[in-house]
């Protein structure tokens, strides 16, 4: 799977996970320090984010590891508003940041939850500075991370055996080569964004690109500069498709772009900004460029239409348009041999007009005169 991968359980977690800690983060204000507003305003850090990963669900892990830092953040300052005599609430409070750290040890790849624990360390270790009464001893230093160390590790085991089963399960819906969803993926995950833009009751429209130029770059270049032609497109399509947007590769030499929110014309003009007009992806390589000039075919969704049939739509509108222009270009190349080819040239025992307009006759012996 790619690295920055983030599986659909996860992106389901998240949300939920955040408005439980923004409702534990909320009650200890609330109920501890009725008196401290701001703490209030503090607690509504986390389901700020809950409602950042509901409207976009994270496709990368570094996003979802901005969410966790904010959140985390959110948790410190709450810590720094609190009372000077906040007594065993400071427990609490801890509590909820170690509660923050597990919960993004559980959905992050490794590297990712180290980076926002260790963040969560460092802001803490200055907190504790800053704060009244307190002075910079090893011993709580050392109790602070392993309040924060353990909760993470206890949550990571239990993370990365989720990720496995998801990796099991959704490796066919992503293209190795190119890192986009497969055919698989797209009818998949599409579905999910089809049915999200039904209930906002917002439109989608599906970009179908027919690359087929890729494989005659392949027979000229060679399979690596196909490759990476390739790869460019798989970026300018991903560039296409947003953070809201689902681009796939359907195909050895097709893609697809999902595009939630924009109709036909919307869609156009937002793939036009990105590939210009005609759309064409450029490339360079030794020294000489490459213009790859893709088939497109936009397909707007209707009430009762699913990904597979908009796909399916515009796939065989891009078979039959091939075909057409095929025909063209063998009709003209007729013509052309037509209008080119020579004229024939008379043979020997052809007779002329002149020959033919006079009467046959018998030769005769000529005899002399007398």
């Known amino acids: 799977m790619p690295a920055g991968w983030v599986s659909v359980r996860v992106r389901a ?138 909760p993470a590790l206890l949550a990571a085991v239990p993370g990365a055996a989720l990720r496995r089963a998801d990796a099991r399960r959704e490796c066919g819906r992503i293209d190795p080569a190119s890192g986009l969803c497969s055919l698989e993926g797209l009818r998949a995950y599409g579905e999910d964004v089809l049915a999200r833009c039904r209930h906002r009751g917002q439109p989608v429209t599906l970009a179908v690109f027919d690359c087929s130029d890729l494989l005659e770059v392949r027979h000229i270049y060679g399979p690596p500069v196909a490759r990476r032609l390739a790869l460019r497109v798989t970026q300018v399509l991903s560039q296409v498709a947003g953070e809201r947007g689902l ?54 969704a209707g009430h009762d239409d699913d990904i597979a049939s908009l796909h399916g739509a515009a796939s065989r509108r891009l078979v039959r348009d091939r075909e057409v222009e095929a025909r063209r270009h063998r009709y003209l190349r007729a013509e052309r041999e037509r209008h080119s080819r020579p004229m024939s040239v008379p043979g020997h025992d052809a007779m002329s007009a002149r020959e033919r307009a006079l009467a046959p006759t018998a030769p005769m012996p000529l005899t002399a005169a007398r």
């Open 247 to 300: 681009a796939a590769r359907t195909g050895v030499a097709e893609f697809a772009v999902l595009l939630p929110g924009l109709d036909r014309e919307r869609a156009l003009r937002a793939i036009q900004q990105v590939l210009g007009s005609p759309s064409r992806v450029e490339y360079e390589s030794g020294g000489s460029e490459i213009v790859l000039v893709p088939d497109l075919m936009l397909v707007q």
């Open 13 to 150: 977690i998240e949300p939920w996970a955040l408005v439980a800690l923004s409702f534990a983060m909320a009650a200890t204000a609330i109920f501890l320090w009725p008196g401290l507003p701001v703490s209030w305003a503090l607690a509504l850090v986390p389901l700020l984010a809950a409602r950042w990963a509901q409207s976009g669900p994270g496709r990368h892990q570094s996003e979802l590891a901005l969410r966790g830092t904010l959140v985390v953040a959110g948790v410190l300052l709450l810590q720094l508003h609190q009372p000077a005599d906040a007594g065993a609430a400071t427990l609490l409070t801890q509590a909820w940041l170690g509660a923050a750290c597990a919960t993004y040890a559980f959905l992050l790849r490794a590297r990712w939850a180290c980076g926002v624990t260790v963040f969560a360390f460092l802001v803490l270790g200055t907190v504790r500075l800053l704060h009244a009464g307190e002075s910079p001893q090893a011993m709580p230093l050392f109790t602070d991370a392993l309040a924060l160390v353990l």
